[in-house]
């Protein structure tokens, strides 16, 4: 059964995060409590892990990598582009205490989640990677989107717990 569509906080392809500014600063509602818990890749694309917590009624924290020696840390919140909710991601730093370096800490995803199947889609890097503004970064994001081109691969994750 479909349960929800929107974006969520998948920071997976996180080495190279693709926005100077994010498209909106403030969530834009509660963040989707349905999205909380720990997650495993599941489409072959590799075992990655990624835990999904609450941070208050608005914001998640993204751990991608749990698990592993080194794991990322990002701060998450919804966002709204027209009709479509999505996650904005702030990637932090990582569990050695390295802080994230580079100019480039934002990134967005949309999800959909089915049962105990998560399925997420990064907003292609290209798109808006230049953008120096949230307004501009909203055009380019629209103007992709009205072309259908503004996704990468879907990832799969499978809820562990």
Same mark, same amino acid.
């Given at each position: 059964?479909? &349960?929800? &569509?929107?974006?969520?906080?998948?920071?997976?392809?996180?080495? $190279?995060?693709?926005?100077?500014?994010?498209? *909106? +600063?403030?969530?834009?509602? %509660?963040? +989707?409590?349905?999205? &909380?818990?720990? /997650? #495993?890749?599941? +489409? !072959?694309?590799? *075992? %990655?892990?990624?835990?999904?917590?609450?941070?208050?009624?608005?914001e /998640?924290?993204? #751990? =991608?990598?749990? !698990? *592993?020696?080194?794991?990322?840390?990002?701060?998450? /919140?919804? #966002?709204?582009?027209?009709?479509?909710?999505?996650?904005?991601? %702030? =990637?932090?730093?990582?569990? $050695? !205490?390295?802080?994230?370096?580079? +100019?480039?800490?934002?990134?967005?995803?949309? =999800?959909?989640?089915?049962?105990?199947?998560?399925?997420?889609?990064? &907003?292609?890097?290209?798109?808006?990677?230049?953008?120096?503004?949230?307004?501009?970064?909203?055009?380019?994001?629209?103007?992709?989107?009205r072309? !259908?081109? =503004?996704?990468? %691969?879907?990832?799969?994750f499978?809820?562990?717990?």
């Amino acid at each position: 059964m479909k &349960i929800r &569509i929107g974006v969520l906080i998948a920071a997976l392809g996180v080495a $190279a995060c693709d926005h100077r500014v994010p498209l *909106s +600063d403030q969530p834009s509602g %509660e963040a +989707d409590r349905l999205v &909380i818990g720990a /997650w #495993v890749r599941s +489409d !072959g694309g590799g *075992s %990655e892990r990624m835990v999904v917590l609450p941070m208050g009624r608005r914001e /998640w924290l993204v #751990v =991608w990598g749990a !698990g *592993s020696a080194e794991p990322l840390y990002a701060r998450a /919140w919804p #966002v709204r582009l027209s009709d479509a909710t999505l996650a904005q991601l %702030e =990637w932090l730093g990582s569990g $050695a !205490g390295k802080p994230l370096e580079g +100019d480039r800490p934002f990134q967005l995803a949309s =999800w959909t989640l089915t049962g105990r199947t998560l399925t997420v889609r990064l &907003i292609k890097a290209e798109v808006g990677r230049d953008a120096a503004t949230s307004a501009e970064l909203a055009a380019a994001l629209e103007e992709a989107r009205r072309r !259908g081109a =503004w996704t990468r %691969e879907p990832m799969v994750f499978t809820r562990t717990e």
